[in-house]
């Protein structure tokens, strides 16, 4: 009897963890006024490539469900969004801890801007 209170309140207590490291399915929601073709989430300030790319679109004002769980120590994610004419959007310092929706919007996001570097020959 002992051990199986114990054992039920570690299955709880990992239940509660889980829960709180942002694991699971979000919702992509593009409220941004234009078709997006892809994104990439990235903790804030990560220089070191560890974002997660997801080429699906996103049609206005539809929604997506992905799996993606978030690092448990960090709360503030950047979104980049690619429209269908290639322009990206960048939306900083998104707060995924303790929330299921990415809503994608142009009014909060910086539009990146393109440089041209010609081939030298």
Known sequence: MKQTLISGVIVLFLMAFIGFTGAGNYSVINKSGVNITSFKITPTGDNT??????SRSVAKD???SIDFTANGEVCEYDVRFTDE????????????????EIILVTSKADE????YAPHSK
Do not use: A, H, W
Not at 87 to 93: I, P, V
């Open 85 to 100: 004419q290639g322009r990206e959007y960048l939306m900083s310092g998104v707060n995924l801890c303790g929330s299921s």
């Open 112 to 115: 990146v801007p393109q440089i």
């Open 62 to 64: 539809q929604s997506i």
């Open 49 to 54: 490539g560890t974002s997660v790319s997801f």
